[in-house]
């Protein structure tokens, strides 16, 4: 057995290595990714040049339509339509989900039947089954079921053309909607509601505070793309000749003959409201991640104060 003193002494540490002695990091070239980017840049230029240069854009009837009394109002219509159309999706959708995750037969049964139909039918022909109501029914009577009518009410004062409208929007929507929160509610691992309801959580409260905030994680994105959908949707509208802004920019430009004018107007008015859904699902997405991510993603203004940062910091 040997003591301390025995043992041999410890090596010196390394001389720290000469200045052209230490190993040089270079980044990896990649120059098909440079030549992708500037082919890219090229083809970008290219379109925004023939944008700007041709003359049978008339930028300036854009410029005096975009913001007509007219279009404006067409616009508003676009967006009652819309949150018409998602709010009762929505809200039927979520119950269709719940149907269809039930253990009773005949509630996943209607559920599957109503998925299946509207689905299938295109949304044009649903709003004109609407529209045409009052070819089936001329009155519509509300009273004991399969007994006597107490009020009867005629069907075109009761559904005028902005319901049938909202109405044929919101049952279309229902139907993917429902499949959509039905993903979301899977998508949660069944371990957490059992551990849940092993602590004496109440089922109220398992569903709010532990379920549906991570299934609003998959459920978002999808719904996100479902109401941008929506707003477009609505241009299918113009068969009941409603004025949204599809139909309203049809009118005028009949009337004018200005057709690509005008088409820019809607144009940029689909864009803006997409736009602005956009921002929105970003920031809906960034606050349901916390429970998931350690870092949220940063936001557009967050990424901006960091890249002046960095560029303080080459200046410097």
Do not use: C
């Not at 299934?215 to 994105?221: D, K």
């Not at 299918?236 to 690509?260: C, T, W």
Request: charged share 15%; glycine share 6%.
């Amino acid at each position: 057995m040997t003591s301390d003193l025995d043992a041999p002494p410890a090596p010196p540490p390394p001389a720290p290595a000469r200045p052209e002695e230490r190993l040089k990091i270079v980044p990896a070239r990649r120059p098909l990714t440079w030549l992708a980017a500037a082919v890219v840049a090229v083809l970008v230029a290219m379109a925004g040049h023939a944008l700007v240069t041709n003359q049978a854009w008339e930028w300036s009837v854009v410029a005096d339509y975009v913001f007509a009394d007219a279009v404006l109002s067409s616009v508003v219509l676009t967006v009652e339509l819309t949150v018409f159309g998602v709010v009762a999706g929505f809200v039927l959708g979520t119950v269709l989900a719940l149907m269809r995750i039930s253990r009773n037969p005949l509630l996943r049964s209607v559920s599957w039947t109503y998925t299946w139909i509207f689905r299938s039918v295109p949304l044009i022909l649903q709003l004109l089954f609407w529209y045409n109501l009052a070819i089936l029914y001329n009155q519509l009577s509300f009273g004991i079921p399969f007994g006597p009518s107490f009020v009867s009410v005629d069907t075109m004062s009761l559904i005028p053309p902005f319901l049938a409208a909202g109405l044929g929007l919101g049952l279309h929507q229902a139907a993917y909607s429902g499949e959509i929160v039905r993903a979301g509610f899977l998508s949660v691992d069944q371990g957490q509601r059992e551990a849940a309801a092993a602590l004496g959580i109440p089922a109220a409260r398992q569903f709010r505070r532990i379920v549906l905030p991570q299934a609003m994680r998959s459920i978002v994105p999808n719904a996100a793309n479902e109401i941008i959908g929506m707003v477009k949707n609505t241009s299918q509208v113009y068969v009941m000749a409603l004025p949204e802004l599809f139909y309203q920019v049809q009118v005028i430009y009949s009337r004018n003959g200005r057709v690509i004018p005008l088409l820019l107007v809607a144009t940029a008015w689909y864009l803006l409201l997409t736009t602005l859904l956009s921002v929105a699902q970003f920031y809906v997405e960034r606050h349901y991640a916390k429970g998931a991510l350690r870092t949220v993603p940063p936001t557009p203004l967050q990424k901006a104060r960091a890249g002046l940062a960095k560029l303080k910091a080459v200046a410097r």
